[in-house]
Each structure stands twice: as structure tokens, then as C-alpha cells.
Nanobody, 122 residues
Framework: QVQLVESGGGLVQAGGSLTLSCAAS????????LVWYRQAPGKERELVAA???????KYSDSVKGRFTISRDNAKDTLHLQINSLKPEDTAVYYC????????????????WGQGTQVTVSS
């Protein structure tokens, strides 16, 4: 399986910046895509940004232009640079690793980290 540990969250004023990190370990060769999700209180979990093994990226409309996802394959680490933070960015941010079809056949499935809290004050 893949284990994920997020870090970098905290309390920030609106307009500030943060960099979240997600360290992957275990069956990292099974990772096909890495995704950041977030969940605000009382809301459903939503996809924020994703990157594939081919290093293509996609972002939700609400964060496009402010968030940048990147992965360091040598260190098995995913990052999320967050700029121009808004109070509505307040949420628990989760890292997700999607497993390749080959790995799913041998019992390695998608993994989630424990989450890191981002709180933006106005």
C-alpha cells in the first residue's frame, strides 16, 4: 500500500501564502496520479488540484491561478503552493494517491493522508 503524510497547514491571514506537502512511502511505484482535495466544515470533499505520472495538471476553477501543484518524483513528495489565500480556502486539505490498474489487481488501492488544516483569517 501507499502511505501519505501531509504537512504545512496552519493559520494564515487572507492574502497570504502557504505550501502544503505530502510525503509518499510504501508502494510508490503504484501511484498513477496524485491529487489534493479539501473539505470545508459542512461541505463535501472537493478536488482542488491533480497531477499525473505524465506531469499533466488540472485545477478546480475556484483555485486556478492561485494554486500550483507539483511533484518531486525523486523524493516521492507532492506539493501545493497556495497564494492569495481567501477565507473560503479554509478547509482540511487531503492528499490522495490513485493506484495504477496493475497495482489494483494485486490489492494496492487508492490511498489517503490524514489531512492538514488550513485556516484563513479575514
Amino acid at each position: 500500500q501507499v502511505q501519505l503524510v501531509e504537512s504545512g497547514g496552519g493559520l494564515v491571514q487572507a492574502g497570504g501564502s502557504l505550501t502544503l506537502s505530502c510525503a509518499a512511502s510504501g508502494d510508490t511505484v503504484c501511484i498513477s496520479a496524485l491529487v489534493w482535495y479539501r473539505q470545508a466544515p459542512g461541505k463535501e470533499r472537493e478536488l482542488v488540484a491533480a497531477t499525473t505520472s505524465a506531469e499533466s495538471t488540472k485545477y478546480s476553477d475556484s483555485v486556478k491561478g492561485r494554486f500550483t501543484i507539483s511533484r518531486d518524483n525523486a523524493k516521492d513528495t507532492l506539493h501545493l503552493q497556495i497564494n492569495s489565500l481567501k477565507p473560503e480556502d479554509t478547509a482540511v486539505y487531503y492528499c490522495n494517491a490513485a493506484a495504477t490498474k496493475t497495482c489494483q489487481l494485486r490489492g494496492v488501492f487508492d490511498s489517503w493522508g490524514q489531512g492538514t488544516q488550513v485556516t484563513v483569517s479575514s
